[in-house]
């Protein structure tokens, strides 16, 4: 991971007559600013930057328009001054002419006292040239940025003013723009205007489609929407009450802002128990934005090799931290089948993932699922990766009563007439989703005859059901034994 660059850092560089610059962008005209804003602190005999592309060349100087034309006339000056080139980048991999004028003027670097910033989308140079470059990135605006922006635009902005009433309407937005750039806050703001009547909600909903579009076309990661019914969830007391006691401590207002952010959770269990359902209940409780990543995405090889797009993927996340990365069925992804093929991608991918969840410094709350967690290698599941691993079994008597009350009551059918317990005896064995499709199946039932469901509906669409404790028995055991001692069970012991 490379590091960011600050225009403190970038102000030492120049004045201490560094060669060259790499700077990976992803908004030129936010660099080129940074670049400018860094030069107006003042540094002696240093002219005024000056910007070549390969479409204008430098602006007034004919014949720049050729990378190498542009490149010679750069270094051919005999002022000491910063030259940023935006284009150059589509050009050095194949032209050993630029390369070897490149490695001439660094090889010789005391006699030219100029700075070459080279602004381009990735961190891949030429093996020539990286030893001599030096590589920064410079991401998406983070929290402290996008406040002052935010509140800079709201003193010229009477629109703003009026939906940014306190601090809490102005942490909503910027905790809604994060991830994103200045130009999206623009676009948010033009949108609302559109409307008769603007609202903050407005603003942080057209951020927030944003966001969506941008995940939607990078096709690695998607945002998943977290309505308030995603925290309903049925029985899995310990997990909830892990949670609670962190709102207790930290706030729920203090980790929607990041600060105090756990590093994650790995919930294993078996299918259908609800992994997913409280993963979003998480993001939902927290007030943070849950982004999904599907480990068969990165190894798809659509978006370049599974190391790449993992590092896109984890640099996606800080940028639209804080938020919940919800890894689903990661086994299918990082397994000790994988580790143990020498020099294998999924080696390289298991190595990369572990650093970054140890080192990781953005308020990323990683929530990963597995539903064959004997899969996954000892060095993921070792305490400092995630803070907990909790084992979600299916549910009792007590906490199938409760998700029969949850999914009756999405029918708007109150749970008087209905037998509780008898329900919840007569499905045992069955997991959350089961008795959702239960209990969907009875309302089928009762609409196709015009009439409101009974309970003779619910026990006729019980016994048509074969749960999955039945029909893979053998395997349910296999992950019980595994998981007892060895993970935290997400259920209430009965």
Same mark, same amino acid.
């Given at each position: 991971?490379?590091? $960011?660059?600050?225009?403190?850092?970038?102000?030492?560089?120049?004045?201490?007559?560094?060669?060259?610059?790499?700077?990976?962008?992803?908004?030129? &005209?936010?660099?080129?600013?940074?670049?400018?804003?860094?030069?107006?602190?003042?540094?002696?005999?240093? =002219? #005024?930057?000056?910007?070549?592309?390969?479409?204008?060349?430098?602006?007034?100087?004919?014949?720049?328009?050729?990378? !190498?034309?542009?490149?010679?006339?750069?270094?051919? *000056?005999?002022?000491?001054?910063?030259?940023?080139?935006?284009?150059?980048?589509?050009?050095?991999?194949?032209?050993?002419?630029?390369?070897?004028?490149?490695?001439?003027?660094?090889?010789?670097?005391?006699?030219?006292?100029?700075?070459?910033?080279?602004?381009?989308?990735?961190?891949?140079?030429?093996?020539?040239?990286?030893?001599?470059?030096?590589?920064?990135?410079?991401?998406?605006?983070?929290?402290?940025?996008? $406040?002052?922006?935010?509140?800079?635009?709201? *003193?010229?902005?009477?629109?703003?003013?009026?939906?940014?009433?306190?601090?809490?309407?102005?942490?909503? !937005?910027?905790?809604?723009?994060?991830?994103?750039?200045?130009?999206?806050?623009?676009?948010?703001?033009?949108?609302?205007?559109?409307?008769?009547?603007?609202?903050?909600?407005?603003?942080?909903?057209?951020?927030?489609?944003? %966001?969506?579009?941008? !995940?939607?076309?990078?096709?690695?990661?998607?945002?998943?929407?977290?309505?308030?019914?995603?925290?309903?969830?049925?029985?899995?007391?310990?997990?909830?009450?892990?949670? #609670? %006691?962190?709102?207790?401590?930290?706030? /729920?207002?203090?980790?929607?802002?990041?600060?105090?952010?756990?590093?994650?959770?790995?919930?294993?269990?078996?299918?259908? /128990?609800?992994?997913?359902?409280?993963?979003?209940?998480? &993001?939902?409780?927290?007030?943070? +934005?849950?982004? $999904?990543?599907?480990?068969?995405?990165?190894?798809?090889?659509?978006?370049?090799?599974?190391?790449?797009?993992?590092?896109?993927?984890?640099?996606?996340?800080?940028?639209? @931290?804080? /938020?919940?990365?919800?890894?689903?069925?990661?086994?299918?992804?990082? =397994?000790?089948?994988?580790?143990?093929?020498?020099?294998?991608?999924?080696?390289?991918?298991?190595?990369?993932?572990?650093?970054?969840?140890?080192?990781?410094?953005? +308020?990323?709350?990683?929530? #990963?699922?597995?539903?064959?967690?004997?899969? !996954?290698?000892?060095?993921?599941?070792?305490?400092?990766?995630?803070?907990?691993?909790?084992?979600?079994?299916?549910?009792?008597?007590?906490? $199938?009563?409760?998700?029969?009350?949850?999914?009756?009551? %999405?029918?708007?059918?109150?749970?008087?007439?209905?037998?509780?317990?008898?329900?919840?005896?007569?499905?045992?064995?069955?997991?959350? &989703?089961?008795?959702?499709?239960?209990?969907?199946?009875?309302?089928?039932? &009762?609409?196709?005859?015009?009439?409101?469901?009974?309970?003779?509906?619910?026990?006729?669409?019980?016994?048509?059901?074969?749960?999955? @404790?039945?029909?893979? #028995?053998?395997?349910?055991?296999?992950?019980?034994?595994?998981?007892?001692?060895?993970?935290?069970?997400?259920?209430?012991?009965?």
């Amino acid at each position: 991971m490379q590091e $960011r660059i600050t225009a403190t850092h970038l102000l030492r560089l120049i004045a201490a007559g560094t060669p060259l610059i790499y700077l990976a962008t992803d908004n030129e &005209a936010r660099t080129e600013a940074l670049i400018a804003r860094t030069m107006e602190r003042g540094l002696k005999n240093v =002219s #005024a930057p000056q910007t070549w592309s390969c479409t204008t060349g430098f602006a007034n100087v004919e014949g720049t328009i050729e990378p !190498l034309a542009g490149l010679h006339w750069a270094l051919d *000056q005999k002022y000491r001054g910063v030259f940023i080139f935006k284009d150059l980048h589509w050009f050095w991999h194949d032209s050993p002419f630029l390369q070897r004028t490149l490695s001439d003027f660094l090889g010789q670097r005391q006699t030219h006292q100029k700075t070459l910033i080279v602004l381009g989308p990735s961190t891949a140079l030429p093996s020539v040239l990286q030893r001599h470059a030096q590589v920064f990135e410079h991401p998406l605006p983070d929290r402290i940025e996008l $406040r002052a922006y935010i509140e800079n635009r709201c *003193q010229r902005d009477p629109l703003l003013q009026q939906m940014l009433t306190c601090e809490d309407d102005l942490t909503r !937005l910027i905790t809604a723009a994060q991830g994103l750039d200045f130009c999206n806050i623009e676009n948010a703001l033009r949108l609302g205007r559109v409307g008769k009547s603007a609202s903050l909600a407005d603003l942080t909903d057209a951020l927030f489609l944003d %966001k969506k579009q941008l !995940l939607r076309k990078s096709g690695i990661m998607e945002i998943v929407d977290t309505p308030e019914a995603s925290t309903l969830v049925g029985g899995m007391e310990n997990l909830k009450q892990w949670l #609670a %006691k962190r709102e207790k401590v930290f706030g /729920c207002d203090t980790l929607a802002e990041g600060r105090n952010l756990p590093k994650g959770v790995l919930i294993m269990g078996i299918s259908g /128990c609800g992994k997913s359902l409280f993963v979003k209940a998480i &993001a939902a409780r927290w007030r943070l +934005p849950l982004v $999904r990543l599907d480990m068969a995405t990165i190894y798809g090889g659509t978006f370049g090799t599974p190391e790449s797009s993992l590092r896109q993927a984890c640099r996606t996340a800080e940028s639209l @931290s804080p /938020c919940v990365l919800w890894i689903d069925e990661i086994e299918a992804g990082i =397994s000790t089948q994988g580790f143990k093929s020498d020099g294998g991608p999924a080696s390289r991918v298991l190595g990369y993932f572990l650093t970054w969840m140890q080192e990781k410094q953005h +308020p990323v709350f990683v929530a #990963a699922t597995a539903n064959a967690i004997e899969m !996954l290698p000892a060095e993921i599941l070792r305490k400092g990766r995630f803070d907990e691993v909790f084992y979600v079994a299916l549910p009792s008597v007590e906490e $199938r009563e409760e998700i029969f009350r949850i999914h009756l009551d %999405k029918y708007d059918l109150p749970a008087e007439p209905f037998s509780m317990s008898m329900l919840a005896h007569s499905a045992k064995g069955f997991s959350g &989703a089961e008795i959702e499709q239960t209990v969907a199946s009875a309302s089928f039932e &009762a609409m196709a005859t015009e009439r409101t469901m009974r309970q003779q509906d619910l026990m006729e669409a019980i016994g048509r059901t074969v749960p999955l @404790s039945v029909t893979m #028995a053998e395997q349910i055991k296999k992950i019980e034994a595994w998981a007892f001692k060895r993970a935290v069970a997400a259920n209430k012991t009965p």
